[in-house]
């Protein structure tokens, strides 16, 4: 007599087999396999009524709410013209080098850098969580300016830039251009106390504005650079960013108050 | 996916974070109930669900709207559910509730109720208890997550395998050797199961 193994058995008790009607004539012939048989539904039925116990809605929404940042609608992804794609790759290029000069230009600041290194040592000795995820927006709660009111003035000044590049169909003025330039230093210095203090959702934003401002304070002047700029650096998306981070402010002194 | 879902997916893509309230209504205790049981409890349930929401929330922006939201969270949640149990499993210094006679909080130990009324009760007492929750604990994650939906959740094989992005056979080779697996653990408790 051919006996079928745990598995066909195992298919048999959960109607997966697809040979049911055989099986069961072998069940009734066959008492060893009839009792595997048996043994499999046995362990079903003990594992088959385990209740689950309700959540607590209102409790996991709460904490769930706590985490949620402000969405914005995934940008359609624009057609990028072909002809344009050798001068992007040379505007990147360019402010890779660019960004590569600041960096060590920012090094050798030391005289700017000092005046801002006692902000940046207070910042230190406070040890936040770091509540960041990588998505979309800041998930951070922590009020960026706290600790430094310099810091909440810089995200005003870039708001405004931001705000100025995201109406501006032509290229930017020479005083918008010097603005960008004058924030990049200041900018690098938050980014830098930002990462220290372990908030790195914060640091993100302010690498992003980095970027941007490199990107500003280098465009050619040209009719539609500045249309350019804030499709391929996602201003829109960057501004939202740094509001929430001057919202999360706003709520600190509120709560102050 | 129905008017109110699609409705309240506009509503967070436009900034507001409440209207996820509508799908968290609907879809929680589900995800939950699959959530405990991959993880097996009722903390590292409500964890995985919060965070398959959480996830769910951060990818909204590029959800296909002619999607099932249900099936999506789903499959978020039972990867994140055995991606949970992966780690507890991993993490040396995670101390679960023990299960014991007497419950006590030093020594974090827990009774298990006893909720099965009829003649399962003999059977089904402490010591049940214990074995039940020994012999799931010694499945793979995979096993577990693939029993317990496939038996207590009646899915059907192919949605278990597409959740847990293995082939089908693969998923139903899984609940095989769990229930296996699950047999033999349960050979004493049954006076000896062949």
Known sequence: ?257 | MNKAEADAIEQILAGNRDAYRVLMDRHFCAVHRIAFRITGNQADAEEAAQEAFLRAYNKLPGFRRDASFSTWITRIAMNTAINLVERRNRDLSQHGPRIADNPSATDQTVQMADVYPGPERQLLDREAATLRAEALAALTPMERTAFTLRHMEDLPIAEIAAALNVPANSAKQAVFRAIGKLRRSLAPLAGGLQ
Not at chain 1, 74 to 94: H, I
Not at chain 1, 232 to 242: F, K, Y
Request: with cysteine.
């Open chain 1, 1 to 257: 007599m051919t006996h079928f193994s745990e598995e066909d058995l195992i298919a048999y008790q959960l109607h997966e087999s697809s040979d049911e009607a055989a099986i069961e004539r072998h069940l009734d012939e066959c008492s060893d396999c009839a009792a595997v048989s048996d043994s499999i539904a046995e362990t079903l039925r003990i594992f088959s009524s385990e209740p689950v116990p309700q959540p607590d809605l209102d409790r996991n929404w709460q904490r769930l709410r706590g985490n949620l940042s402000v969405l914005t609608p995934e940008p359609r992804r624009a057609r990028f013209p072909r002809f344009l794609l050798w001068p992007a790759a040379g505007l990147a290029a360019a402010a890779l080098l660019v960004f590569a000069f600041v960096n060590i230009h920012v090094t050798r600041g030391g005289d700017r850098i000092a005046d801002l290194l006692p902000a940046i040592h207070r910042i230190e000795r406070i040890n936040h969580p770091n509540t960041a995820i990588n998505g979309h927006g800041p998930l951070t709660t922590e009020p960026a300016g706290a600790t430094d009111p310099g810091m909440a003035n810089h995200l005003d000044a870039a708001e405004r830039l931001l705000t100025e590049v995201n109406h501006t169909s032509g290229p930017l003025d020479p005083a918008d251009r010097a603005q960008a330039r004058q924030l990049l230093l200041s900018n690098a210095v938050y980014t830098r106390a930002a990462r220290e203090r372990g908030n790195l959702a914060q640091a993100a934003v302010l690498d992003d504005l980095g970027r941007v401002l490199t990107t500003l304070d280098n465009e050619s002047p040209s009719p539609h650079k500045t249309l350019q700029v804030r499709l391929e650096m996602n201003t829109s998306g960057l501004l939202l960013d740094i509001r929430i981070l001057r919202q999360n402010d706003n709520r600190q002194n509120e709560n102050l108050q």
